[in-house]
C-alpha cells in the first residue's frame, strides 16, 4: 500500500510505504518505510515557525526532502510541487502489479489521474471518524501488539508523537492533528 498526504505550504506532504502480511493468528504485520518521501517546500515558514523541530539536519540526513522552486520560478519554493511525491510512488511501484494507492482527496486531482493512468488502483480516502475509525484502532492494536515497525525515521516518530485521537459521540475515533 502507499498513503499519500498532500499539502500545498505549511504542512508535510508524504508518500508512506506500507507492507503488510498476515500472522498464523490472523492479524496483520506492518512495515512502513518513510525514508526521503516526506517533504516541506524549503522556502516554507513551517521551519521557522517550529525552530526546535531539526527539519534542516532530518533532510541532511535523507529523512525529509525539501523541495526548491522551479527554474525560473523565484516565489516557488513557497509551495509544494507533487512532481516529487508522484515520482517516488512510480518508482517504488514500478513492476508492481497490485498496489493500492490511499489518497486524501483534498488538492489531489491531478496525482489520482496520474496514478491511475499508471495502472494502480487508487482509493480516495476522506478525513473524518467515518473512513479513519477502523485504521485508527487498528494503528494503536498494531503498535500496543509491536506488530509495526518503520525505518526508524525521526520524521515519523515526529509525526506520530503530536497526532490526537478524538472520539466522537458515536465511539468512533480518528486522528485529530
Not at 525521526?154 to 465511539?171: I, K, Q, Y
Amino acid at each position: 500500500f502507499v498513503g499519500v498526504d498532500l499539502a500545498r505550504t505549511r504542512d508535510l506532504t508524504a508518500a508512506v510505504f506500507l507492507f503488510a502480511r498476515a500472522r498464523d493468528d490472523g492479524k496483520r504485520e506492518y512495515r512502513l518505510i518513510t525514508r526521503g518521501t516526506v517533504y516541506l517546500p524549503e522556502q516554507s515558514d513551517t521551519i521557522g515557525r517550529l525552530p526546535d523541530v531539526p527539519f534542516q539536519r532530518w533532510a541532511d540526513d535523507g529523512w525529509l526532502t525539501l523541495v526548491g522552486p522551479r527554474a525560473g520560478n523565484a516565489r516557488d519554493g513557497d509551495s509544494m510541487s507533487y512532481a516529487p511525491v508522484r515520482e517516488a510512488i512510480f518508482s517504488a511501484c514500478r513492476g508492481r502489479s497490485s498496489v493500492e494507492v490511499c489518497i486524501d482527496e483534498w488538492s489531489a486531482a491531478e496525482l489520482a489521474v496520474a496514478i491511475s493512468n499508471e495502472g494502480h488502483t487508487q482509493v480516495a480516502i476522506r478525513q473524518g471518524a467515518k473512513t479513519q475509525s477502523e485504521p485508527t484502532r487498528e494503528l494503536e492494536a498494531a503498535i500496543l501488539d509491536g506488530r509495526i515497525e518503520h525505518d526508524g525515521s525521526p520524521v515519523t516518530e515526529w509525526c506520530l508523537s503530536n497526532t490526537e485521537a478524538h472520539l466522537d459521540r458515536n465511539g468512533n475515533v480518528a486522528p485529530q492533528r
